[in-house]
């Protein structure tokens, strides 16, 4: 197909297409006059997966460069491939202190030995969860920790079902686009149908027809 | 005890207590003197929930006071209450366009009452996830949306762990700012908990000792 073809078919301009050949980030198309290039599905692939880095997971290009290295690097297993893409979309937690970090990196450490998670310690995840935990501490909501493990629970029901929707797949861009769009999208709609279901379980526990205030149940 | 013991205990310097107390968010200590005010645990209670409201919630003044007038209410019930507060911390998902964002309420809607739900329609989560979905929809990953009912599932899970954690209660102002404390960290705690375990389930699926790409799994 003509570069305007391949443009319309993935909403990308013209322009920007070229400066992502200029940028080494799509492979040029191949020439069939002095002043025409043809493109084809793999470059159709390979721009929604640009697209998919930098709108929905953020990444800029020399991120997104080093991405579409690590896909295209024979040696590299398709776990590690998704994780180069996935770990640059992590958000960080800063403004614990070092104390409090410390030790919320240890109860981390503790949670992945007790879940027997494939996970390093240093995984950017693991050291967001830690930031958040420290957080918690610090302003005085440190026995939130205990609800750790039924979390941990619920994100393993959802990462299953997460990693079976990226696993159809028809080839390893596919994958990976698949993974940056659930990852960041499906944070979002977790969290809001969590925040519904809050609204649903609240409505059930603390409301009543007539809007008066009952007595909550004590819990000690 | 002085507004000195109230700063050292909440964290909080006396000069933002005093604007506090100026702008209504905070009553006034009791004169004790012409020139000392004396201040007791509900005035503790009181900036503890500002405080999380402001630096977890992200609320404006304006917003805070809305909050504590909803506190201050007895006519409230503890829902409406709760209501009040966590869905001003609602992020918003703006961009989409208006039918993919039609089709994406009635989805919404849908998933609502097949759950049974007691949400509004207008509940802002519900809006989020609406956009979310309208989102998907419009970068081709419409199919995302199979996921729903798996993913509420599991929100279900964590949304009664969530609000028997809130319902550990001494005080309605306990009760709201474990909640927005709750919802905004436990989102954070979350998100880390789901991208960890994608990991695990990740190497488990696609990764293998010496770094070769093995055949996924092939669904159709």
Redesign the interface.
């Known amino acids: 197909m003509r570069i305007g073809e391949l443009s319309r078919r993935t909403g990308v301009p013209v322009p920007t297409i070229k400066y992502y050949v200029r940028e080494g980030l799509l492979p040029a198309g191949r020439l069939t006059s002095p002043n025409q290039a043809s493109y084809d599905d793999a470059h159709e692939r390979r721009l929604?997966l640009i697209?998919?880095l930098l709108?929905?997971g953020g990444l800029k290009v020399a991120a997104i460069a080093e991405v579409l290295a690590a896909v295209d690097d024979?040696?590299?297993?398709?776990?590690?491939v998704?994780?180069e893409a996935?770990d640059r979309t992590?958000?960080r937690?800063p403004g614990a202190q070092d104390d409090e970090l410390e030790a919320a990196r240890e109860e981390v450490a503790e949670l992945?030995g007790r879940?027997g998670?494939?996970?390093?310690h240093n995984?950017?995840?693991?050291e967001?969860?830690a930031?958040?935990?420290a957080?918690?501490e610090r302003?005085?909501?440190g026995?939130?920790a205990?609800?750790?493990d039924?979390?941990?629970?619920?994100?393993?029901?959802?990462?299953?079902?997460?990693?079976a929707?990226v696993?159809?797949?028809a080839g390893?861009e596919d994958?990976v686009e698949?993974?940056v769009?659930?990852?960041m999208?499906?944070?979002?709609?977790?969290?809001?149908?969590?925040?519904?279901?809050?609204?649903?379980?609240?409505?059930?526990?603390?409301?009543?027809e007539d809007?008066?205030?009952?007595d909550?149940?004590a819990?000690?």
Request: glycine residues 8%.
């Open positions: 929604r697209r998919a709108d929905v024979p040696g590299r297993s398709v776990h590690k998704l994780g996935t992590v958000p937690y992945i879940r998670w494939r996970v390093d995984n950017p995840a693991a967001a969860l930031g958040a935990l957080t918690l302003i005085g909501h026995e939130f205990e609800l750790l039924d979390y941990a629970d619920a994100a393993e029901r959802v990462a299953r079902v997460d990693i929707y696993g159809r797949w390893l994958v698949r993974a769009v659930g990852t999208l499906g944070e979002a709609v977790f969290t809001s149908l969590r925040r519904m279901a809050h609204v649903d379980v609240s409505a059930r526990a603390f409301g009543n809007g008066e205030r009952t909550p149940p819990d000690e």
